[in-house]
């Protein structure tokens, strides 16, 4: 620890309220202005989104440089908090504040796969194909395992062997018609994923 004398106090604090006086009454220099330039993020297009890695929903600002052309192809460049967002207010916990890695990460899925029962290969499908499989599969279900009436003969219109898993990052207009639409296709086993 430094060791001051009174006398070497006195001049220290002395000339700190005679150069803050000075200052005060109009003596201090101009205001340094900052260069302006052109910051990369300037020329980025700016998209609002959810953040995908938990329950919470934060909100993401996502730029990224590329008109989407043959020859620019749109890349995701910087990821950020969304300061206007309700949730998070601009902050993003790490795994968030992470996500341009995940966004490039060669092993990211991208398209829709199925395995066959039985086999160990993944085959790649389209989307069309892969709702398409779903719906079928869901109709099946539904048609073979409805009940309409239960052992007293009370109308009880459920189905019991499907469950449905919501999005809890949705908002609450798209969780309510979920509910609506899981429920009037006789669904009991409807969770969130908050609970989950």
């Known amino acids: 620890m430094v060791q001051f004398s009174r006398r070497q106090f006195m001049k220290v604090t002395g000339s700190t309220l005679a150069g803050s006086s000075l200052a005060l009454m109009g003596f201090s220099p101009t ?28 909100g993401i600002l996502m730029y990224s ?13 910087h990821v950020e908090g969304d300061p206007d967002h309700p949730v ?14 995940f966004v490039h ?25 892969a709702l398409n499989r779903i719906t079928k599969l869901l109709k099946e279900d539904r048609d073979a395992n ?6 007293k003969g009370q109308k009880v219109n459920r189905w019991l062997t499907t469950g449905m898993l919501a999005a809890s990052a949705s908002s609450n207009e798209a969780g309510y018609i979920t509910h609506k639409v899981a ?4 669904l009991l086993a409807l969770d969130n994923q908050a609970r989950v």
């Open 31 to 58: 205001a340094a202005l900052a260069e302006v330039r052109q910051y990369k993020l300037s020329a980025a297009t700016v998209t609002r989104q959810t953040c995908t890695y938990c329950s919470v929903g934060c």
């Open 65 to 77: 440089l590329g008109d989407g052309s043959k020859n620019s192809r749109l890349s995701v460049m």
């Open 88 to 101: 998070n207010r601009g902050t993003l916990c790490p795994k968030g504040a992470s996500l341009l890695d």
């Open 105 to 129: 990460s060669p092993s990211r899925l991208k398209y829709p796969e199925y395995r066959a029962p039985g086999s160990s290969e993944w085959k790649r499908m389209s989307w069309d194909e």
């Open 146 to 151: 409805f009940v309409e009436t239960n052992e």
């Open 183 to 186: 429920r009037s296709w006789g």
